[in-house]
T-cell receptor, first 111, second 113 residues
Framework: TQLLEQSPQFLSIQEGENLTVYCNSS?????LQWYRQEPGEGPVLLVT?????EVKKLKRLTFQFGDARKDSSLHITAAQPGDTGLYLC???????????FGTGTSLTVIP | NAGVTQTPKFQVLKTGQSMTLQCAQD?????MYWYRQDPGMGLRLIYY???????DKGEVPNGYNVSRLNKREFSLRLESAAPSQTSVYFC????????????FGNGTRLTVT
């Protein structure tokens, strides 16, 4: 099992604040994805990063893949209530390049 | 376009009962998966089917069986349910095995008493 630790586990912030979520592992991944999950629904893909050091932006969300492809971060600028949800990272690796999911970060943005 | 459809949405079983969770996708994807989601543990892979006609064990296969009925459908069976199988189960599909983005259904919340 290739363990992916996410931090923080829970985060509650005011609308307009910035935040960063971290996804760390001792294993190397060929790619890493971030998903957002809302209550009662399945996770939905936000982004895929493939190259070490890669940075991708999706509106107010910035995703970075670590140089060694072992870790990643998600930065949200000026958070809005619509950003509320469970954020999951998933690294592809191991036998058959399967996905290993992180433990999740539950974000609440208070209006 | 429905994507990935799971049935049922909710189920309560008594210990020892059996049931089958159904999953169908309409995206012509080759690979399908069953995950379980438990608080603080993320999503863990139970079984997967890399392509039609094949199935393989994931991280937590004990107590489960699967059937890839055709390219669209992938079912998960609990032969003798146990309280430890209380969880939310997600079916997912992807265009191909090995790193393709996953498309998830909306889950089945299962309680075993």
């Amino acid at each position: 099992t290739q363990l992916l630790e996410q931090s923080p586990q829970f985060l509650s912030i005011q609308e307009g604040e910035n935040l960063t979520v971290y996804c760390n592992s001792s294993s190397v991944f060929s790619s890493l994805q971030w998903y957002r999950q809302e209550p009662g629904e399945g996770p939905v893909l936000l982004v895929t990063v493939v190259t070490g050091g890669e940075v991708k932006k999706l509106k107010r969300l910035t995703f970075q893949f670590g140089d060694a492809r072992k870790d990643s971060s998600l930065h949200i600028t000026a958070a809005q209530p619509g950003d509320t949800g469970l954020y999951l990272c998933a690294g592809a690796g191991g036998t058959g390049n399967q996905f290993y999911f992180g433990t999740g970060t539950s974000l609440t943005v208070i209006p | 376009n429905a994507g990935v459809t799971q049935t049922p949405k909710f189920q309560v079983l008594k210990t020892g009962q059996s049931m089958t969770l159904q999953c169908a996708q309409d995206m012509n994807h080759n690979s399908m998966y069953w995950y379980r989601q438990d608080p603080g543990m993320g999503l863990r892979l139970i079984y997967y089917s890399a392509s039609e006609g094949t199935t393989d064990k994931g991280e937590v296969p004990n107590g489960y069986n699967v059937s890839r009925l055709n390219k669209r459908e992938f079912s998960l069976r609990l032969e003798s349910a146990a309280p430890s199988q209380t969880s939310v189960y997600f079916c997912a599909s992807s265009l191909s095995w090995g790193g393709s983005p996953l498309h998830f259904g909306n889950g089945t919340r299962l309680t075993v008493t």
